[in-house]
């Protein structure tokens, strides 16, 4: 990877970005205020099952697939899987935050001047992976290290909600971040080894906790 492909991947992994991702906790307050996380470790083992059963099979997969046929500039495949996750969030809450979070991203990326960005302004079944993989593609951006980028962004937002909801103190959520980092490299390549019809999965608690959180009387996180 060049040294301005590698900044290029800072921007867009930065929390600085626009995009709007702070504002969601994917189900995390939720889970916090129904007791279900109360420390660090539960809150490693939630994020563990949600990055095992949810992004390594997929967020991953998917995501891989639209890097490539942005490579190949298909287009139409790159709608099928981008609406194929939005079939795979399991509440209006996490679809909501895709659609938004992509709309943000491809608005920032049409001001940029990418072309096939400003194509999708005005599609209403974009998501923040179809987007994230046409920058990663435009920019030169190596498939696993784009992929690397996603789930850290990831994983630092949620890292982020366990400091401001259990709480954490800032140590223990950097604690929380170093070490759950160590598994990215591994989802990154049991996600890139699915097969077509192995794609998918279904974790229960996050959209029981997301669609409690749509309710939720009183939250710091949009819903």
């Keep these: 990877m060049t040294?301005?492909?590698?900044?290029r991947l800072l921007q867009l992994v930065s929390p600085g970005l626009p995009?709007?991702?702070?504002?969601y906790s994917q189900g995390f307050e939720s889970a916090v205020d129904n007791g279900l996380i109360t420390n660090a470790k539960d809150a490693s083992e939630w994020l563990t099952g949600i990055m095992n059963h949810c992004l390594a099979k997929v967020d991953i997969p998917?995501?891989?697939?639209m890097y490539q046929a942005w490579q190949q500039h298909d287009i139409d495949t790159v709608m099928n899987l981008s609406t194929t996750l939005l079939a795979h969030r399991e509440t209006s809450e996490l679809r909501s935050e895709d659609r938004k979070s992509g709309q943000?991203?491809?608005k920032l990326l049409a001001e940029m001047k990418i072309k096939s960005a400003i194509d999708w302004k005005h599609n209403p079944d974009i998501t923040l992976a179809a987007m994230f993989t046409l920058a990663a593609v435009y920019w030169k951006i190596p498939i696993k290290q784009a992929l690397g980028g996603y789930l850290w962004s990831w994983l630092e937002n949620q890292s982020l909600c366990?400091?401001?909801?259990i709480p954490l103190g800032q140590v223990a959520g950097q604690q929380l971040l170093h070490a759950m980092a160590t598994n990215i490299p591994g989802l990154i390549e049991s996600g890139l080894q699915l097969k077509e019809h192995d794609i998918g999965g279904s974790v229960f608690g996050l959209a029981l906790v997301?669609?409690?959180?749509e309710m939720q009387y009183s939250r710091l996180f949009r819903s």
């Design 3 to 7: 040294d301005l492909a590698l900044l």
């Design 19 to 23: 995009i709007g991702t702070y504002c």
């Design 62 to 65: 998917l995501s891989a697939r």
């Design 104 to 106: 943000a991203l491809v």
């Design 162 to 165: 366990a400091v401001k909801l």
């Design 210 to 213: 997301s669609s409690c959180h």
